[in-house]
């Protein structure tokens, strides 16, 4: 069974910074594009960053540029998201994604791009 299992979120003070980890089991996601997408109440789901199975092509959104980096360790079958300087604009519930077909290179950035998703972890920015 594949699956995608996001952690590390929570409640953080506006300024602060988080770690969120994607575990993936079930297949190897090493050639794969991995991607982060986050949901507010509300909103649509909504990309944020993703990474080449090499981690040297990598995309963000530009909400996110210069504040978050993901990146990827293929022995471990992990993606990691290190969010700094956060918003309480970016309080979400983080989503980890896999794509498994063919790509050229990390500028994925729909939901349907992505074969499969994890449950998502809170992350909650307080002002």
């Known amino acids: 069974q594949v699956q995608l299992v996001e952690s590390g979120g929570g409640l953080v003070q506006a300024g602060g910074s988080l770690r969120l980890s994607c575990a993936a089991s079930?297949?190897?996601?090493?050639?794969?594009?991995m991607g982060w997408f986050r949901q507010a109440p509300g909103k649509e789901r909504a990309f944020v960053a993703a990474?080449?199975?090499?981690?040297?092509?990598?995309y963000y959104a530009d909400f996110v540029k210069g504040r978050f980096t993901i990146s990827r360790d293929n022995a471990k079958n992990t993606v990691y998201l290190q969010m700094n300087s956060l918003k309480p604009e970016d309080t979400a519930v983080y989503y980890c994604?896999?794509?498994?077909?063919?790509?050229?290179?990390?500028?994925?950035?729909?939901?349907?791009?992505?074969?499969?998703w994890g449950q998502g972890t809170q992350v909650t920015v307080s002002s």
């Open positions: 994604a896999a794509r498994t077909q063919p790509y050229d290179s990390a500028w994925y950035q729909q939901v349907y791009d992505y074969d499969y």
């Open positions: 990474i080449s199975w090499s981690g040297g092509s990598t």
């Open positions: 079930g297949r190897t996601f090493s050639r794969d594009l």
